[in-house]
């Protein structure tokens, strides 16, 4: 017996979203977050005082963070996809109120709000383009939605610690708050639903922690989550490390007779970062030309090597370790332009949902992993040894890559 879904499904004769309705949602919420993403480590380090505290501060949000993301579908299915994303908006400016309190207690309230947030935003707009966008546009549309991106992300984390220092708390975290709300403006304009999808009558929603043994399984969801974790562990590392790494030696930036803090300067590299991301539609193009396979590993070995150039700089040299990963990101944008590929093309129709939300575990145990790791690292080596870490960890991960990732994928 099977029946119609009635709710949130859009009409029969409604157009398709096109790439740039994903791309426009993408680059909204790229400033909603990016306003805060060198804010909140500067945050959490003045607070706790020691970057391994802020590891394990960063262990402990990203075991929560892993649980709570795999109830995600279930939300989705008592709620819908955009009653979700709609939560999703929401959480991310209730984070952006809690974060004012100044407290170690509301900043590990504000993280948490704001990680699930991210969740249902990042799940329920996967599912959407895993439903409406056609396997041949997979690449272009990643790749589009990224280089949109690059606006919100290279003005915002600059301009966060802007509003933070110059202004104040309020002005930051209100500006992030407010694009939050625009986020869901946009979002209910573009009248974003569920598709049709025809589903056994009065069936349980899937548990995606049944699905976890499934996922597993498969070496090709596998390979697709290992690249997605490498590519989102580096981000993690980066946004909360370097911004400490100057604020440590108190590197500031002279230049044309300015004078930048640590702060500033570390806001400035972040944003630089984030040019990066305009090259993604150059390495979309690349990953058309030389294939998937050989694009990914490239990505993950200039990683590598330019981490632990950037490791090995340092405390000693922190500007030149800032450039350094300011040519990790150019590879690392790679990763974000074709890494999510190869799920798009492995995953089953029918166990989207489950599997999108194990699959996204990547980004919550890409910070699980890492801070876990750095927590016991900076015990005896100094800060720039979490660089030249995760520059071998890479190194790893473009072996396996070029071993195992079918060539005609």
Request: proline residues 5%; positive net charge.
């Amino acid at each position: 017996m099977t029946s119609l879904t009635t709710a949130d499904v859009p009409a029969m004769g409604r157009s398709r979203p096109g790439l740039w309705v994903f791309s426009t949602l993408f680059f909204i919420e790229a400033v909603a977050r990016a306003s805060l993403a060198t804010v909140i480590p500067l945050q959490t380090y003045a607070l706790l005082n020691e970057a391994r505290y802020v590891s394990y501060l960063g262990f402990a949000m990203g075991l929560g963070g892993l649980i709570a993301g795999l109830g995600v579908p279930l939300l989705i299915a008592r709620i819908s996809r955009r009653w979700t994303y709609t939560l999703g908006a929401c959480c991310l400016i209730a984070a952006a109120a809690v974060f004012c309190s100044f407290s170690v207690q509301s900043q590990i309230a504000g993280i948490g709000l704001r990680n699930f947030g991210s969740l249902c935003l990042n799940i329920v707009l996967m599912l959407y383009i895993m439903d409406y966008v056609r396997k041949h546009e997979l690449m272009r549309n990643d790749s589009q939605r990224m280089a949109v991106a690059t606006l919100g992300w290279t003005v915002g984390p600059f301009l966060g610690v802007w509003l933070y220092e110059r202004i104040g708390p309020f002005a930051a975290f209100g500006w992030s708050a407010g694009w939050s709300g625009i986020l869901i403006a946009a979002f209910w304009y573009f009248r974003m639903s569920d598709p049709d999808v025809i589903i056994p009558a009065k069936a349980p929603p899937a548990n995606p922690i049944h699905f976890v043994p499934r996922f597993v399984s498969q070496p090709r969801l596998m390979l697709a989550w290992m690249i997605a974790m490498g590519r989102s562990g580096f981000w993690g590392t980066l946004f909360v490390y370097e911004p400490i790494l100057f604020k440590k030696t108190g590197a500031g930036i002279d230049a044309f007779g300015l004078h930048l803090s640590s702060s500033d300067a570390a806001g400035i590299l972040i944003s630089l970062s984030q040019v990066m991301l305009i090259t993604a539609l150059f390495w979309g193009r690349t990953g058309g030309r030389i294939g998937l396979r050989a694009t990914v590993a490239l990505c993950f070995a200039g990683m590598s090597g330019t981490l632990i150039l950037a490791g090995l700089a340092g405390e000693s040299v922190p500007l030149l370790a800032g450039a350094v990963l300011l040519v990790t990101s150019f590879f690392a944008t790679g990763l974000d332009a074709v890494g999510g590929v190869p799920f798009y093309r492995s995953v089953r129709a029918r166990e989207r949902a489950p599997m999108t939300a194990v699959y996204r575990t990547y980004l919550d145990i890409g910070d699980l992993i890492p801070n876990l790791v750095y927590g016991v690292v900076l015990l005896w080596l100094p800060l720039g040894a979490v660089f030249a870490v995760y520059g071998v960890a890479c190194l790893g991960f473009a072996a396996v890559c070029w071993r195992y990732l079918p060539r005609g994928m």
